[in-house]
């Protein structure tokens, strides 16, 4: 790979968030890193090459003003989007109230959505762009209890192949990375 | 450098579960790096446990 590209991570101060900026700033890799959490501003006394920000992901116009920042500020382009945020939802249907199935929609879905829409025009004008999302098994399989989560990971598998087949044609890839619950949160 | 200690502290959660999220994000830097070849794809890592839910 090259360092003349930006890294961008989101959830970088959850769990696995952590254990990949670590991998990633060893490997002196130009990184913007955003999390709502504030401590991934301390990302920033590890090197220089670490841009992070705390806020909403959700709020689209904010994240493309700082990605257009923080890619000025670091006098490169960004060729990578590592999206491992979002949110465990758990309840009966009947349990979960409507707003609940939105809110974990909107985490899961939406806010990678809009992040991916905030860097693709930078892939698409230097025709190169990597793209993962940290997804779930839930995307595969269904169980009791889990209908909203299984829904948003199943959704953001099927906005992961649309864009695929709308980007592929300018050297951009994305994939899912489906954990089960081990790999993120136990 | 972010220190292993810290890492691990920060887990608080035993040794080995912190060799699998540390696995799992090498995984995925590999994924996102490396693999040149891979697109449009959900790569599944099944370690069953889901499967006990």
Known sequence: MSSDKIVVVTGACGQLGKAIVKDLSERELPLIL?????????????????????FDAGNEELMAEILE????????????????AGIMSYGSIMEEPAEKYLDTFRQNVLNPIIATKC????????????????????SEITRKNFSSYSISKAGLKAFM??????????NISANCIALDLCGQNL | MMEDKNLVDSYAL??????????????????????????????????GYSKMV
């Open chain 1, 69 to 84: 920042t923080a890619s000025g500020k670091l006098g490169k382009t960004i060729g990578y989007l590592l999206y491992c």
């Open chain 2, 14 to 47: 035993l040794p080995r579960v912190f060799v699998k999220v540390r696995e799992t994000a090498r995984l995925c830097i590999s994924v996102l790096l490396d693999y040149e070849a891979i697109n449009g794809q959900t790569i599944v890592i099944d370690n």
């Open chain 1, 34 to 54: 955003i999390d709502k959490d504030k401590d991934v501003l301390n990302y920033e006394d590890v090197n220089k090459s670490i841009l992070a920000y705390s």
């Open chain 1, 161 to 170: 192949e649309t864009t695929v087949k709308e980007y592929s044609e300018y």
């Open chain 1, 119 to 138: 860097v693709l025009p930078y892939m698409m004008k230097n025709k190169f762009g990597r793209i993962l999302y940290v997804s779930s098994v839930f």
